[in-house]
């Protein structure tokens, strides 16, 4: 693979991790259940496999749905000792209003394009981690499980599918954490709410019941339940729970009376809450309502949910890191995340898992960019922690 010289705002920078990231940013993998008819992640995996195959990886690629890879390559050492997994989504959102999403700029040590940060940058990292080690003696003794999977922007159907296969003593997600190593976040849960009324003409109010006003009910008092979430004592490193309503509809035209509205909304959970407690929280609100008013009528469905992450702060796969970070001559910093990731996927099956990855800024949004000096620390990080680990 050509090595390419890139000029930084820090020191220019030539190094094979950089060429990597590059082509995975060209490479459009937006995921198909965010947008129906997107490129998925069926060309993107290939480059991955071709590439780790190159430097003498075995490589396996699994389908988790039709054109829906993952990409698992393993790097074994000389001897047996303790198995140590990366694992990194492929698929990227939508590249709506973006001029530009597939074109890698690079401009004051920060490379521009759909996924840079999120998380193509932290997957070059640990692709990178690979090859160096393949291409200087490999690993002395244990195992190199290097995972890139499908779906986490929306269901996760990759990490779920690797779990089931794949095991390992501990794990790093390289999501975007400003190389902060991060040990928890907070769940989530999808919530669809709707409201019944009685459709009639605008004229007979005696004949209709108004959907939308009694869903107003309901966002009353969500949105008092956020405000008392939010004052709550915070849970660690993950905050305290919040919610926000998302979706909404309801009428059908503006001479009658709305018979239906339905609303969606996301509930965020922290460890501190049991399972169940959103879809708890909004039926109670529906029960309350409906004591007060007989002719109330509303139900509430679970559409999804994923569970809060954690990880002991004792763990060693957490002190193994922070000595590796200290190889890079950066000081190393613990905390949390705000979003999601398939950490609690893999913290679920029993895989004690940190997040560590470059930062950047954009995420989701039409200007994205990684840090490349960090996405080369990381990998100088993940190479020795995989030394020292294994």
Same mark, same amino acid.
């Given at each position: 693979m050509t090595q390419k010289s890139v000029a930084t705002a820090d020191k220019p920078v030539q190094d094979e991790v950089v060429d990597i990231l590059r082509h995975l940013v060209q490479t459009d993998s937006v995921n198909p259940s965010l947008v129906p008819g997107a490129a998925g992640e069926g060309k993107i995996a290939g480059y991955i496999a071709d590439t780790m195959r190159s430097a003498g990886l075995e490589v396996r690629v699994d389908e988790v749905a039709p054109g829906r890879p993952n990409v698992v390559s393993v790097l074994e050492g000389h001897s047996p000792g303790r198995s140590l997994m990366f694992c990194g989504h492929i698929d990227t959102v939508t590249v709506a209003g973006m001029k530009t999403p597939f074109d890698p700029v690079i401009c004051d040590n920060r490379l521009y394009g759909r996924g840079s940060q999120d998380m193509k940058g932290g997957v070059a990292a640990m692709m990178g981690t690979a090859l160096h080690l393949a291409k200087? &003696? &490999?690993l002395a003794a244990g195992k190199l499980i290097v995972a890139a999977v499908a779906d986490e922007e929306y269901a996760s159907l990759g990490a779920e599918a690797l779990v089931k296969?794949?095991?390992?003593?501990?794990?790093?997600?390289?999501?975007?954490?400003?190389?902060?190593?991060?040990?928890g976040h907070k769940g989530f849960a999808w919530i669809e709410v709707a409201a019944e009324g009685r459709a009639a003409h605008g004229s007979r109010p005696q004949d209709g019941r108004d959907a939308i006003f009694r869903m107003a009910r309901i966002l009353s008092r969500l949105e008092q339940l956020d405000r008392e979430l939010q004052r709550r004592p915070a849970y660690a490193v993950q905050g305290t729970g919040s919610l926000h309503a998302s979706l909404i509809s309801g009428g059908r035209e503006l001479s009658s009376y709305p018979d239906r509205c339905v609303m969606q909304f996301e509930r965020r959970t922290t460890s501190a809450e049991p399972q169940g407690t959103a879809l708890e929280e909004v039926q109670k609100?529906?029960?309350?309502?409906t004591k007060e008013d007989p002719e109330f009528a509303a139900s509430a469905t679970l559409l999804f949910d994923r569970a809060p992450f954690e990880t002991p702060t004792n763990h060693p796969i957490i002190e193994f890191l922070e000595r590796a970070v200290q190889t890079t001559g950066r000081t190393p910093q613990r905390g949390g995340v705000s979003f999601w990731t398939d950490a609690a996927v893999l913290a679920s099956a029993s895989i004690p898992t940190v997040v560590f990855g470059p930062g950047g800024e954009g995420l989701h949004s039409v200007e994205e960019y990684v840090r490349i000096s960090e996405v080369v620390a990381c990998r100088d990080a993940l190479v020795d922690l995989a030394r020292q680990f294994c």
């Open positions: 200087n &003696g &490999g296969r794949w095991h390992a003593d501990a794990a790093v997600v390289p999501e975007p954490t400003d190389l902060t190593i991060a040990f609100i529906i029960d309350e309502l």
